[in-house]
């Protein structure tokens, strides 16, 4: 694998700085995008080549580009954060560097070595460093690093020219309401992923399936849609953009990765930090009519979204086709808050690094 060097060549023309701090006091979600952005090409037979670091801009591709015809794409999100001192860090790159390189094997990509990777995020936060939102909030910087395939053709077959991408954004609440719980629609008639399929690779293709669920999700007047296993219709596996984590007094399950899930990164930490805590964190499997019966038992206490985006979101309410039930009394439970308070002192260096998490600039 080649580790290209990756050329500087900055904006003459930054967002002037009041624009950016207008954006910077209400971000929003993936609205707003910083200055510039890494791009990094790939051929076959000469590998990884010229990395550059560029103005924020728009890609120019032949409408026989083949990505636009057959998916043949990946991402990445993970988020920089600013320290109580002023610099800034981001979380676990090493982590989003491996599972995309991983995404790349299933979708027959070329794989980008993690320290480019890392290298490309690196650059363009501190490029971009006054875009990370100020400590003392929720806010971060939004990285999305993602890779297309640039071929101009339409045969179907891994392509042979490939562009990677970094760009960032910053960041707040990715549901509207912070902290406020979420409400679930659980459909049961249509699946995310199948056994051997690609629901454990990060691919846009999974997002797209999810659209229309996540629709009627909406349809029904909730905020996210949870998906069961494709063969028994019974297991709960994800939501359309998260993990997902039951709560049971002191122990925590979150659903295995059985293949059709996606590996994510806050799931992963949340096993070694709710044991930090004290608790028994757990993979596992949880039906959909355990989740009804031991929520109407009061055996499973709470239920919460984990994700890079979501960071940590209480679900309150779970509605079936059938049926519906509030989640614990409806507000964000106690273990849930502990858990997402100390996910955001580790992210903003308020608390003490442990496990060698964060990767400061
Ligand atoms: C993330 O959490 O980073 C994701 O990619 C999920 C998406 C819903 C924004």
């Known amino acids: 694998m080649t580790t290209p060097t990756i050329e500087l060549k900055p904006s003459a023309h930054p967002l002037p700085a009041a624009e950016r701090e207008a954006i910077l006091a209400r971000p929003g979600f993936g609205r707003h995008f910083t200055d510039h952005m890494v ?8 590998g990884w080549h010229d990395g550059q670091l560029v103005p924020y801009g728009p890609l120019s591709l032949d409408p026989a580009t083949n990505v636009l015809h057959y998916a043949q794409e990946i991402f990445e999100g993970l988020k920089a954060y600013r320290r109580p001192d002023g610099s800034v860090a981001t979380f676990r790159p090493d982590a989003n560097a491996r599972r995309f390189q991983a995404s790349a094997r299933r979708l027959a990509m070329p794989e980008l070595p993690v320290e480019t990777f890392i290298e490309a995020c690196d650059l363009l936060v501190a490029q971009d460093k006054a875009w990370v939102p100020p400590h003392g909030g929720e806010e971060s910087l939004y990285l999305r690093p993602f890779m297309i395939a640039t071929e101009v053709g339409l045969g179907v077959r891994p392509a042979d020219e490939y562009l990677f991408v970094v760009i960032a954004s910053p960041a707040g609440a990715y549901f509207p309401g912070g902290v406020k719980p979420v409400s679930i629609w659980l459909s049961e008639n249509r699946v995310r992923a199948v056994p051997g399929g690609v629901g454990d690779a990060k691919t846009g293709g999974n997002y797209a399936a999810s659209l229309l669920a996540q629709a009627e999700a909406a349809a029904e007047g909730c905020d996210q849609v949870a998906y069961l296993d494709a063969v028994e219709h019974k297991w709960v596996e994800e ?28 799931r992963d930490t949340l096993l070694s930090l709710a044991a930090d805590l004290g608790h028994q964190a757990e993979e596992g ?18 239920v919460f979204a984990c994700g890079t985006a979501a960071v940590i979101t209480p679900v309150g309410r779970v509605k079936t086709a ?22 955001l002192a580790l992210q903003t260096g308020r608390a003490e690094d442990r496990h060698g998490w964060m990767h400061p600039l």
């Open 39 to 46: 791009t990094v090409k790939w051929t076959e037979g000469r």
């Open 285 to 302: 499997r949880v039906s959909i009519d355990q989740w009804r019966e031991d929520s109407r038992s009061g055996a499973l206490t709470e």
């Open 322 to 343: 059938t049926d519906e039930w509030t989640q614990g009394d409806g507000e964000p439970g106690e273990v849930t808050l502990r858990l997402r308070e100390a996910l």
């Open 239 to 266: 939501l359309g953009g998260m993990n997902l984590c039951f709560v049971y007094g002191d122990r925590l399950v979150t659903p295995a990765l059985t293949g059709s899930l996606l590996a994510g990164v806050t």
